[in-house]
């Protein structure tokens, strides 16, 4: 692999695009009917793992909304983070760049919002953008005509929303709220002008509080294990003992498992939950309690232990998960409506992501962090009718520094050279061009903190992933994908793959050189 070649796509950035591209927007922008530049409608919710919808194959959920984009569009079926931790994505999402270079590498830095990022880019060649939802970077929105967000994690009953600076608190759903606010956004806009609305769910975050709608969903069906519920690690480095974030010992009580009147948690979270829960109507609080008391009763007179406890908290712990996930699937499916009903479907580029991935379950975990698979994949839907067959998929490996350049390129925007992605747009016909990446590299910094997964970096190809965890640790995992796609057997040692890892280190140094990642060349062996 020559990562450092200038390749078709490193030309058009810094030379083609430039002037065809100016010329191509300041047409679009000046003319209506077939013509328009598109407009782009992004989704993105926190924590929902590609598992969790049946377009992936799901066997836990059903999501008919948001699999309609993947039916009326293309499905990525390698997509992958670059940093699996909330803030950091999001930052790697506007920018197109590195952790490392755009300056949120966790969820305790400040992203530095006077930086260059693909909506100011879009606002400057002429397109009205907004920025509804979730955001989670510690300073207000730039480069959007209208903001309106969840202060920090935000609330998911009766929330509070930062709109244009002013707090205001909003009564219902955060899920149904959000929406709402998209839908005023997208009927009040300029009709004479494309747009851009980054559309940002707080669901399906920890702690998983389901809506008004779905609190007894899944009461009456057992969801399925995953095969490794009870993975022993044997195998791996400490990293994977030594996490603070399994479904046995890491769920709170109260907080996360809702069984408020049966146990407690540590006083701060006792209190966080009072205020969560006070939050509510009380209407809000009857219903709440209808659906959770009962449940409570019997797990109080079940008196579990041992692996059975185990089972019962993947039961109540996933199944709140799932309801949250199905009020975000009921309000897509009220913006793709008003879409069809405004006539917007045909010219406007609808994108569902989440952050990263999340564990449901697998190798005994909930959260996410770890570059294993579950936490490392994204799913990533992209409906464009002028540009993508329906039903169509593609495996191509790709990643979230991908995206800021694939919007710009498909508004018809020059892609800044400093930007480290790849527009996916010769993706869109269902093919992979000879020269795409043959790689991925991923870098997680954020320990010791909460979870206290080790910070680690790590490169993926098609067939292998080899991760370095270092710090206070030195440790090696290397997993064939072919072999072993669960990720439960560490081959690093194992003599057969002797010609790999050396092959996947210097492909690993070269990923390092060409992003630019100075602290992880420093560890390198």
Excluded at 81 to 99: D, E, F, H, Q, W
Excluded at 262 to 273: G, I, Q, R, T
Excluded at 289 to 305: G, M, Q, S, T, V
Excluded at 369 to 396: C, G, T
Aim: proline share 5%.
């Amino acid at each position: 692999m020559n990562v450092n070649q200038t390749n078709r796509r490193e030309f058009m950035k810094t030379v083609g695009m430039g002037a065809a591209a100016l010329a191509v927007s300041k047409g679009f922008l000046s003319c209506g009917g077939k013509g328009r530049a598109p407009n782009i409608v992004f989704i993105m919710t926190d924590d929902h793992a590609a598992h969790a919808l049946s377009c992936y194959g799901s066997r836990i959920n059903r999501t008919p909304n948001l699999d309609r984009i993947a039916d009326e569009g293309m499905r990525f079926d390698n997509c992958f983070c670059t940093n699996a931790i909330c803030a950091p994505s999001r930052a790697v999402i506007l920018t197109g760049k590195y952790s490392h270079l755009n300056g949120v590498i966790d969820n305790r830095k400040r992203f530095d919002s006077s930086q260059q990022a693909f909506p100011k880019l879009l606002q400057s060649a002429g397109y009205q953008t907004a920025m509804i939802g979730k955001w989670h970077l510690k300073t207000d929105p730039t480069g959007f005509d209208y903001w309106n967000i969840l202060p920090g994690q935000g609330q998911y009953y009766n929330p509070d929303l930062i709109e244009m600076g002013e707090r205001k608190r909003h009564t219902g759903y955060v899920t149904d709220i959000i929406t709402d606010i998209a839908l005023d956004w997208l009927k009040q806009r300029n009709t004479a002008k494309p747009f851009c609305l980054m559309y940002q769910h707080k669901a399906p975050h920890r702690n998983w509080m389901p809506g008004p709608e779905h609190l007894t969903l899944y009461d009456d069906v057992d969801i399925p294990e995953p095969d490794n519920l009870f993975d022993d690690y044997a195998t791996r480095s400490r990293a994977a003992f030594e996490q603070e974030m399994t479904i046995d010992r890491h769920l709170y009580p109260v907080w996360d498992l809702k069984l408020a009147g049966v146990a407690e948690d540590e006083p701060n979270l006792m209190k966080a939950w009072q205020a969560a829960f006070d939050r509510m109507t009380d209407e809000q609080k009857k219903a709440w309690n209808a659906a959770y008391d009962p449940k409570n009763k019997k797990f109080r007179d079940a008196k579990l232990e041992g692996k059975d406890l185990v089972r019962w908290k993947y039961q109540r712990y996933i199944k709140d998960y799932l309801r949250c996930v199905a009020s975000v699937d009921d309000n897509v499916g009220r913006l793709l409506d008003y879409l069809d009903v405004a006539g917007l479907a045909e010219n406007t580029i609808v994108v569902y992501t989440s952050d990263q991935g999340f564990f449901l379950g697998d190798h005994g975990w909930f959260d996410k962090r770890f570059m294993y698979e579950e936490s490392l994949r994204m799913p990533l839907l992209l409906r464009y009718p002028a540009r993508i067959k329906p039903a169509s998929a593609n495996d191509a490996l790709i990643s979230n520094i991908d995206f800021a350049p694939t919007f710009l390129s498909l508004c018809g925007q020059q892609i800044p050279a400093d930007m480290q992605g790849e527009s996916l747009q010769p993706l869109l016909a269902g093919n992979i061009p000879g020269d795409w990446r043959d790689s991925i590299y991923f870098h997680y910094y954020e320990y010791p903190a909460w979870h206290m997964v080790k910070k680690h970096y790590g490169i993926r190809t098609k067939r292998y992933k080899l991760m370095h965890f270092y710090d206070d640790i030195d440790a090696w995992e290397l997993y064939d994908l072919k072999t072993d796609p669960g990720e439960m057997k560490n081959v690093y040692a194992d003599p057969e793959y002797a010609d790999i890892v050396q092959m996947l280190m210097t492909d690993l140094k070269q990923l390092q050189q060409k992003y630019g990642d100075t602290e992880a060349m420093q560890s390198m062996p």
